[in-house]
């Protein structure tokens, strides 16, 4: 089992930056692919980004190509994802999971409890 724990959330205006943190623990047997998705009240979970075992392949949504940036640190069992250029569309919470190199939610097996971006003026 893995316990996955976010932090780094917030509240910024528009234009903002923010970075996430996601750190595992538990029985690491292995590297997992992982990935960052949000959710709005009354929404389905959205894919944000995905990062692969060694941290070599990358995949974002097209909502946040070119603003966010996932990265991690095998050493420390950390995950991140950098927010840029934010915009109030962006407020959501915010899940880490891991499992699989993976747009789709239900291919994940491992989920955080979550962390809320606000954006607004």
């Known amino acids: 089992q893995l316990q996955l724990i976010e932090s780094g959330g917030g509240l910024v205006q528009p234009g903002g930056s923010l970075k996430l943190s996601c750190v595992v623990s538990?029985?690491?047997?292995?590297?997992?692919?992982m990935g960052w998705f949000r959710q709005v009240p009354g929404a389905e979970r959205e894919f944000v980004a995905t990062i692969n075992q060694s941290g070599g392949s990358t995949f974002y949504a097209d909502s946040v190509k070119g603003r966010f940036t996932i990265s991690r640190d095998i050493a420390k069992n950390t995950m991140y994802l950098q927010l840029n250029a934010l915009k109030p569309e962006d407020t959501a919470v915010y899940y880490c999971a891991a499992g699989t190199y993976s747009s789709i939610a239900r291919n994940y097996e491992y989920w955080g409890q979550g962390t809320q971006v606000s954006v607004s003026s």
């Open positions: 538990g029985h690491i047997d292995r590297n997992y692919g």
